[in-house]
């Protein structure tokens, strides 16, 4: 019963739905099988536990609800089928409760086609004013705003008086408002998918937005502002100045949109950054360090309250890189304890080895390689690599020789690493190969290969050691 489609719903339940939801099933207007309810109540204090548990198994469950009868499959099948219907209307129900105004919007509306004119008055007062009091201005709530103008010139026309009235005007407005706002978010993850993605996206209304924004002041209206300035950026529209918009809006986010939506903003702005810093544009680097320190600090770029290993690695990379040491110190010891316990170790050593590789304290930087386990397969290879540079720069020939060729061989004869990652290495030790044999004379011929190589890892290493 652990894998059935009932569980695993019940078992994504908070300790408030789980609550609930019981009083939904023994309510009669919903659930008038007191079956169903015994098997919840059955059902309800193993949703805490992750793991399966004998009290679930199927035989278990069909003997606590019909002792003392034979085991019926088809039976308990239904009654499981049964429950889960009413489980996902009540999953309905309790998510549209949450949305805003537009339970209250469905009561206008059926005060609007019922001519309860007093009613809607009323209703739509208290509706306008609770719109007014939520904090948040994203695209949903310029949703529920067209909604709550789009019942008003309803209400109007229905009436019948040839007179003007500017509910119609705002409905219009309120529609064009929600539909840019959504709009230009489908047009920015387009554009930055297709910076991964090979597929191309249909793109449409894209100059006519584009024209209508470059005529229209929407500063004031922040989903589409912050994404505005995000379409212009990713597009290489006068892109520094957008970007420096952008941040300064993103910072801001959490005081008009969900804290879901002011990760995808950071992961916006820090993709745009990534890509930048991967064409060569430097001085994106502070930003990114920037953009990480403040999303984490805000709490947006943990889940579940833990950092990602490979956001802790990149951070840590970005910081040795502008040899903000003592950052990068404080940064590895602060945020070890928000790693996955399972990750944790390996990720704390790795990265304290990169630090004291590139104080150039090779003996620290040995120390920690040797605690880290390689459960992960870019943990090993970057290991080796950098164990690699530590016997080239202390001019232990024989050891650079010799791991120089074993790694050679464990790059192509291991199956689990991707082709891309796989050439980027490859490249790496056929290049460092011809450096150390290279006379002065093909040096500059080198500086150009690694240049001009499409996959390589620590490219800037390599020309450093040509002297470029």
């Known amino acids: 019963m652990e894998n059935s489609k009932l569980l ?98 469905v009561v206008l509306e059926f005060y609007v086609e019922s001519r309860l004119d007093k009613l809607y008055a009323f209703a739509y007062e208290k509706v306008k004013s609770k719109l007014a009091r939520q904090p948040l201005r994203n695209s949903a709530w310029y949703y529920q705003q067209f909604m709550l103008s789009d019942l008003a010139e309803r209400h109007f026309s229905a009436q019948n008086l040839r007179r003007y009235d500017h509910h119609l005007q705002e409905a219009s407005n309120d529609l064009d408002t929600w539909f840019l706002s959504q709009k230009l978010q489908y047009l920015c993850a387009m554009l930055d998918r297709q910076k991964i993605l090979s597929t191309p996206y249909r793109q449409t209304f894209l100059e006519a937005i584009r024209e209508h924004l470059a005529q229209h002041d929407y500063q004031t209206t922040p989903p589409v502002a912050v994404y505005n300035h995000l379409l212009n950026a990713l597009l290489g529209t006068d892109d520094k100045s957008h970007f420096q918009a952008l941040k300064v809006l993103v910072y801001d986010s959490d005081q008009h949109f969900s804290k879901a939506e002011v990760k995808d903003l950071f992961y916006f702005a820090i993709n745009f950054c990534i890509n930048k810093f991967r064409q060569g544009g430097k001085e994106y680097a502070e930003d990114l360090v920037e953009l990480y320190d403040r999303g984490l600090q805000k709490g947006v770029l943990l889940e579940d309250g833990l950092i990602s ?69 870019h943990y090993s290879l970057d290991a080796k690599t950098m164990l690699i540079k530590i016997y080239y720069e202390t001019l232990e020939t024989e050891a650079f020789l010799s791991l120089l060729s074993s790694f050679n061989i464990y790059l192509r004869r291991n199956k689990l690493i991707s082709k891309e990652i796989k050439l980027a290495y490859l490249t790496f030790t056929a290049i460092l190969q011809q450096i150390y044999s290279a006379g002065k004379e093909r040096r500059k011929a080198l500086v150009e290969k690694i240049k001009k190589a499409p996959q390589l890892t620590d490219r800037n290493w390599l020309l450093e050691q040509l002297g470029d």
């Open 8 to 105: 695993q719903l019940l078992r994504a339940f908070d300790p408030p739905m789980v609550r609930a939801f019981h009083e939904f099933i023994v309510s009669p207007y919903f659930n008038k099988d007191q079956e169903l309810v015994r098997l919840y109540d059955y059902l309800k204090p193993q949703l805490i536990k992750a793991v399966p548990n004998a009290k679930t198994g199927r035989r278990a469950v069909y003997a606590s609800l019909y002792p003392g009868k034979p085991y019926d499959e088809l039976q308990l099948n239904r009654l499981m089928s049964r429950l889960l219907q009413l489980a996902e209307r009540f999953v309905s129900l309790w998510r549209y409760e949450q949305r805003g105004a537009l339970p209250d919007c």
């Open 309 to 377: 290993p490979w956001t802790y690695k990149n951070m840590v990379k970005l910081g040795l890189g502008l040899r903000r040491f003592e950052w990068v110190e404080r940064f590895i010891s602060d945020y070890s304890f928000k790693l996955p316990a399972d990750q944790r170790e390996d990720a704390y050593h790795f990265n304290s080895a990169d630090l004291f590789y590139h104080k150039k304290d090779y003996r620290g930087a040995l120390f920690h390689l040797n605690q880290v386990e390689f459960t992960d397969i």
